[in-house]
């Protein structure tokens, strides 16, 4: 039985049918193949944020922070290009994501647009040019 499978068993009191498992589970390869799809080249300006949710895990509540990054294409279609998850935002963090966008095929940034997260925006190794936003939170 999927993971999806036997939370509902074990909220709801019932088990899911074998159809449903199946279609978790080719939903969940559909899901790996996006997180490591190749990426263009170059993308003219990378939005990158993180949103802190709270999440029960092992009967507790912690705060668990989901990366995202969405880039502008030369074509100027906007593309999210992942999303990651992580205990808390960090500039270390965002480097992990960087090096994942990289190893799929990204190669420059042109802008790049982020709060202002400590530490992140002052390393000449991510980008050539900054852009701060203020955050809205």
Known sequence: MSDIGEQIKDV?????????????????EDIVAWQNRPLEPVYLILWMDGIVFK???NSKVTN???YIAVGLRK????????MWLGKNESAAYWMTVL??????????????????????????KIR???VREKSLT
């Not at 074509?75 to 992942?82: A, H, I, R, S, Y």
């Open 12 to 28: 709801h009191k019932f088990e899911v049918s074998a159809t449903i498992s199946r279609i978790t589970s080719q939903v969940a």
């Open 55 to 57: 999440v029960r895990e």
């Open 64 to 66: 668990k922070t989901i």
């Open 75 to 82: 074509d100027c279609f906007k593309e999210v290009l992942g």
């Open 99 to 124: 090096t994942d966008m990289k190893a799929r095929g990204m190669e420059d940034i042109l802008i790049t647009a982020t709060d202002t997260l400590n530490g992140f925006v002052d390393s000449p």
């Open 128 to 130: 050539p040019v900054e």
